[in-house]
């Protein structure tokens, strides 16, 4: 157990749709990523927070956003859904120290309809 | 573009064997690498790591390799075991960003 935890587990929508993803971090992290992993594809890293705040921006398209509250907690959106938006969407946390690992979540699998 | 890459996409080898991942850079700012393993339905979990400063760090059945002249990575696992089978990543980030950067992962199933 990563100590992260990711809801839901399973999320399907139909295209046009919008949805919620969540992450809790573990306790002590204060970045948060966000990564998405097509079909046969790697790990595409979207966006990363740290204790509130914007840090990075990957490949994000502008239909998604996110944020990270107060708690520490973080939450992807995903708006106007389209069907090459289904994927695993992961979320990972770190220290964000030199030299330290993510931990990941379990992810959240989105099929778009 | 790129910056991890992992051309294998699979490997099999018997168990008791070695298994050897490969993984290859190109950005020389990255001064930390890291592997992950990934079962079905699981995210991925770290397994291993080294920083640029060292050339080999071992955890048990597990030794990361790094080249930094060949900008290189490569995971061994001696012996494999059937536990093992899963996608294997590498990852590389810079202390000058935070992003952490992943190749497409090798599928290894080791053969009981």
């Known amino acids: 157990d990563s100590g992260v935890t990711q809801t839901p587990k399973h999320l399907i929508t139909a295209t046009g749709q919008r949805v919620t993803l969540r992450c809790s971090p573990r306790?002590?992290?204060?970045?948060v990523y966000w990564y998405q992993q097509s079909l046969d594809q790697g790990l595409q890293f979207l966006i990363q927070?740290?204790?509130?705040?914007?840090?990075a921006k990957g490949n994000i398209l502008e239909r998604f956003s996110a944020q990270q509250f107060p708690d520490l907690h973080s939450e992807l959106n995903l708006s106007s859904l389209e069907l090459g938006d289904s994927a695993l969407y992961f979320c990972?946390?770190?220290?964000?120290?030199?030299?330290?690992?993510?931990?990941f979540g379990n992810g959240t699998r989105l099929t778009v309809t | 573009d790129q910056q991890v890459k992992q051309n294998s996409p699979s490997l099999s080898v018997q168990e008791g064997r070695i298994s050897i991942l490969n993984c290859d850079y190109t950005n020389s700012m990255f001064d930390y690498f890291l592997w992950y393993k990934k079962y079905p339905a699981e995210g991925p979990t770290f397994l291993i790591s080294i920083s640029s400063i060292k050339d080999k760090n071992e955890d048990g059945r597990f030794t990361v390799f790094l080249n930094k002249s060949a900008k290189h990575l490569s995971l061994h696992i001696v012996p494999s075991q059937p536990g093992d089978s899963a996608v294997y990543f590498c990852a590389a980030s810079s202390n000058t960003g935070n992003q952490f950067y992943f190749g497409t992962g090798t599928s290894l199933t080791v053969i009981p």
């Open positions: 306790s002590g992290d204060l970045s």
């Open positions: 927070y740290y204790n509130g705040e914007e840090r």
């Open positions: 990972a946390s770190s220290r964000d120290r030199k030299n330290s690992p993510l931990h």
